[in-house]
């Protein structure tokens, strides 16, 4: 499976920003999708995840404010950011658990789109 993640950039503190991260290629079924990200000398952190019941976690430190969602139709997990503050500053980087056709658990990682919150 290979991830396109898109919607990354430059935004001012309190700004919004909504990031998409595609599927494509053969499988059998995708499970969880999420988000992750890291900060510059940080270790990578969960964000938000959103398994195929769309149930969903998220961090502490985005509740209230990030929204997770999936679109299977299209094979795509969204993320909406709102009221970001430069604390969110980080590469995000999307991951999908997922099945192939021999019912095999595996997970990808997406190449990772830019966040910068800075006036």
């Known amino acids: 499976v290979q991830l396109q993640a898109s919607g990354g950039g430059l935004v001012q503190p309190g700004g919004s920003l909504r990031l998409s991260c595609a599927a494509s290629?053969?499988?059998?079924?995708?499970?969880?999708m999420g988000w992750y990200r890291q900060a510059p000398g940080k270790q990578r952190e969960l964000v938000a995840t959103?398994?195929?019941?769309?149930?969903?976690n998220y961090a502490d430190s985005v509740k209230g404010r990030f929204t997770i969602s999936r679109d299977n139709a299209k094979n795509t997990v969204y993320l909406q950011m709102n009221t970001l503050t430069p604390e969110d500053t980080a590469v995000y980087y999307c991951?999908?658990?997922?099945?192939?056709?021999?019912?095999?658990?595996?997970?990808?990682w997406g190449q990772g789109t830019l966040v910068t919150v800075s006036s």
């Open positions: 959103i398994t195929s019941g769309t149930n969903t």
């Open positions: 991951n999908v658990a997922y099945m192939d056709w021999a019912r095999r658990p595996f997970g990808s």
């Open positions: 290629g053969t499988f059998f079924s995708i499970n969880s």
